[in-house]
């Protein structure tokens, strides 16, 4: 697991070759596996591989999601807000479990924010709850976009690790 998020960058850059069926069931898998508060698992997950739809997508906020039409696939994250109280969180985990589990299958993911952005024509989640035909009642979280990589970041280093958060005891006290 460490050496995965040592590895992990987020990539926008994608190759054209689409991601085998195995691989999305995998991806499936770990999104439904994803822990929730009180198990009430208040997410569902759209698959977009539509060339037409990501480009509508990559129009969802005025910044960050242009790379979302280069790449071959995505999974929006829906949560219900009547189910769960603290849909944020569980939809947020499903994400970032989504991510990781890319990692391990040799793809690489960037999250685009949903909740709380806009575009030029207001918010993001109303553009793509239109774009989707989701229920005004289902908030989106996020669009994780999933492909293989077109790009080589540098991985984390050791000196790039912020150890003046972490305290020991108390808040401020430093761990030794
Ligand atoms: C909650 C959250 C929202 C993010 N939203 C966006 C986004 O809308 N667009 C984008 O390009 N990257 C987005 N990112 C990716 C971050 O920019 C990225 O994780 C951060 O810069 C660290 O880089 P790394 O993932 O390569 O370690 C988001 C990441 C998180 C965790």
Same mark, same amino acid.
Request: proline share 3%.
């Given at each position: ?64 999601? !242009?790379?979302? @039409?280069? /790449?071959?696939?995505?999974? %929006? ?10 849909? &944020? +969180? ?27 952005? !806009?575009?030029? @024509?207001? /918010?993001?989640?109303?553009? %793509? ?10 908030? &989106? +979280? ?35």
């Amino acid at each position: 697991m460490i050496e995965l998020l040592i590895n992990r960058r987020s990539v926008r850059s994608f190759k054209e070759t689409p991601i085998e069926r195995k691989k999305v069931e995998t991806l499936i898998k770990a999104a439904l596996l994803s822990p929730s508060s009180k198990n009430k698992r208040p997410w569902e997950f759209i698959i977009v591989d539509d060339k037409k739809m990501l480009e509508r997508l990559s129009k969802s906020k005025t910044n960050g999601s !242009t790379f979302l @039409k280069n /790449a071959p696939m995505a999974f %929006v994250v829906v949560a219900d807000s009547e189910v769960s109280d603290v849909w &944020v +969180e569980d939809a947020s985990i499903a994400s970032i479990t989504l991510q990781y589990t890319a990692e391990t299958l040799n793809l690489g993911s960037c999250w685009v924010q949903i909740r709380n952005r !806009t575009n030029e @024509k207001g /918010a993001s989640e109303q553009y %793509v709850q239109q774009l989707l035909n989701i229920p005004k009642n289902k908030q &989106v +979280e996020s669009i994780i976009a999933i492909g293989y990589p077109d790009e080589k970041k540098k991985t984390y280093s050791e000196d790039q690790l912020l150890y003046e958060k972490i305290y020991k005891g108390r808040y401020g006290e430093r761990y030794r």
